[in-house]
């Protein structure tokens, strides 16, 4: 069974602090999928990796894949309240068609 | 466009009761996919449906079965319910059968006591 370890698990910071939540793996992962989540919702998409290497940029958030793909990293840039929920990562170990979710990041930015 | 529905949004049961969840996907999205995520954890993955077939199992029960309509809409039933099935069940859409690009819905929300 493919495992995502997510850290930290919970996280509580002041508006326009700075943050990197961390999806971890011993598994090579073919796509790595970030969500956000808030309460009585389903996850909503924010980004998809698939090469080794990649950073992608979306407004103040970047995410990062692993060379190895085995790992991903989700930074935060000047948080804001709006941003709080919880940060779920997803990945597709080898084409199989099924998502193996972490537990998430429950992140808190307070006024 | 609408996203995807899955009605009814909270369910209530006793155990031993069988329940039927509901899903519509996003119109054009052909494959759909259940998870449940029980709270505090992540979504766990329980099947996928692509053009009315099922295309990829998680690891649960025989009592958990699904299956897709000529719509592409989609019902997950669940029998001789156990009070741990109490969860959030979470039906999620894509275009075409890949995970890459899944769309949730919000969930319906079942307790079983």
């Known amino acids: 069974t493919q495992l995502l370890e997510q850290s930290p698990q919970f996280l509580s910071i002041q508006e326009g602090e700075n943050l990197t939540v961390y999806c971890n793996s011993s598994?090579?992962?073919?796509?790595l999928q970030w969500y956000r989540q808030e309460p009585g919702e389903g996850p909503v998409l924010l980004v998809t990796?698939?090469?080794?290497?990649e950073v992608k940029k979306l407004k103040r958030l970047t995410f990062q894949f692993g060379d190895a793909r085995k790992d991903s990293s989700l930074h935060i840039t000047a948080a804001q309240p709006g941003d709080t929920g919880l940060y779920l990562c997803?990945?597709?170990?080898?084409?199989?068609?099924?998502?193996?979710f972490g537990k998430g990041t429950l992140l808190t930015v307070n006024p | 466009d609408a996203g995807v529905t899955q009605s009814p949004t909270h369910l209530i049961k006793t155990r031993g009761q069988q329940v039927t969840l509901r899903c519509s996907p996003i119109?054009?999205?052909?494959?759909v996919s259940w998870y449940q995520q029980v709270l505090g954890q992540g979504p766990q993955f329980i099947f996928q449906?692509?053009?009315?077939?099922?295309?990829g199992r998680g690891n649960f029960p025989d009592r958990f079965s699904a299956r897709q309509f000529p719509n592409y809409s989609s019902e997950l039933n669940v029998n001789a319910l156990l009070l741990g099935d109490s969860a959030l069940y979470l039906c999620?859409?894509?275009?075409?059968?890949?995970?890459?690009?899944?769309?949730f819905g919000p969930g319906t929300r079942l307790t079983v006591l």
């Open positions: 119109s054009g999205h052909k494959s």
């Open positions: 999620a859409s894509s275009l075409v059968r890949t995970v890459n690009e899944q769309f």
């Open positions: 598994s090579v992962f073919s796509s």
């Open positions: 997803a990945g597709e170990p080898g084409s199989n068609y099924k998502l193996t």
């Open positions: 990796v698939v090469t080794g290497g």
């Open positions: 449906y692509y053009e009315k077939e099922e295309r």
